[in-house]
């Protein structure tokens, strides 16, 4: 079936050549607007600007564990039963768990770290500019790790720390050792005050190398080592191998194993000063001002107990 339509007449195609018109002027105006209004600003701020915006603050809150350690502790070796180890496989919650850790470590990019140490050489956080009070400072962990006296031989760290005032240098590697190093190695001032509390006060060394290879390398060259150190030392310097979990590290604010840190601990194994990357002369001269004022404390708890 054919449909016919009629012809339009005058009127309605001049209505409708008017309505095309205005249709055509609006679309212009909209391109012209579009073509000469300025769009939007967006954020051109890179990942780079935001790690330099970032600044180290001034540690505010103690460091450490709530519980104090004890011999035996991080070992990193699995003391389970065959029957604990089954009931373990079976639990549902263990291995949620497990599975959390093993996401985080996996989410943890492997050259965060060294991306990181071009922003302020790594450093984590300032150093708090005052001790930390003694019933709020937390304590540092217990680790396992062979020294240079007795290489065969895994000591425990606490048996070293208790009832001593203690400059603990920790670090992975040469480039943190060397930052650790310009809070303790040729310091004057503070090997002053060492010498001035001797029996009570002394520096200990932590080299944490979690690889078999380095940590192999590292026992070949001990001998230098020892010939480096003096020989009331070599029962100080610790290198640990395993049970430093994430845990433990975000207790004590180990956050980068390419950075070196520094602790003040306490005669109870308790961070009372801390300290990241390279120091600063505020921070080094605070760090000498704490070993002070922790000398004066030990000697004066000291003759408390021989009082009584």
């Known amino acids: ?14 209505l409708l050549s008017q309505l095309g018109l205005q249709c055509q002027s609006a679309r212009l105006q909209l391109y012209r607007q579009a073509s000469t209004s300025a769009p939007e600003p967006r954020s051109t701020k890179t990942q780079k600007d935001k790690d330099e915006e970032h600044t180290p603050k001034p540690l505010n809150r103690p460091l450490g564990q709530v519980k104090p350690p004890k011999g035996g502790e991080n070992s990193g070796i699995d003391l389970r039963t065959w029957r604990q180890r089954r009931d ?21 990019p492997y050259f965060r770290e060294w991306t990181n140490m071009r922003y302020h050489k790594g450093k984590t956080f300032l150093s708090n500019p005052k001790l930390f009070r003694a019933e709020k400072a937390l304590y540092f962990p217990n680790l396992q790790g062979v020294t240079l006296a007795s290489p065969k031989v895994v000591h ?8 001593q005032v203690s400059v603990i240098s920790v670090y992975s590697g040469t480039w943190a050792d060397r930052q650790a190093a310009t809070f303790v190695g040729n310091h004057s001032e503070l090997d002053k005050a060492l010498e001035a509390g001797k029996g009570i006060a002394q520096k ?15 026992r070949l060259f001990m001998p230098r080592l020892r010939k480096r150190l003096p020989k009331d030392a070599h029962g100080r310097y610790f290198l640990v191998r395993r049970g430093v979990t994430e ?44 070993v002070r004022k922790l000398l004066e ?11 009584q």
């Open 247 to 290: 845990e433990l590290r975000d207790d004590i604010g180990l956050l980068n194993s390419k950075v070196g840190y520094v602790y003040l601990v306490d005669r109870e194994c308790k961070i009372r000063w801390a300290g990241s990357g390279r120091a600063t002369a505020g921070e080094k001269e605070g760090l000498v001002k704490g």
């Open 88 to 108: 373990d496989f079976f639990n549902y919650d263990k291995h949620l768990e497990r599975r959390k850790q093993l996401t985080k470590a996996v989410a943890k």
């Open 297 to 307: 404390e030990c000697r004066r708890e000291r003759e408390q107990e021989k009082m």
């Open 156 to 163: 425990d760290t606490t048996s070293v720390l208790n009832d």
């Open 204 to 218: 200990v060394d932590i080299n944490i190398e979690e690889n078999a290879l380095k940590a192999g390398l590292i």
């Open 1 to 14: 079936m054919l449909l016919y339509s009629a012809p339009l007449s005058l009127t309605s195609r001049s």
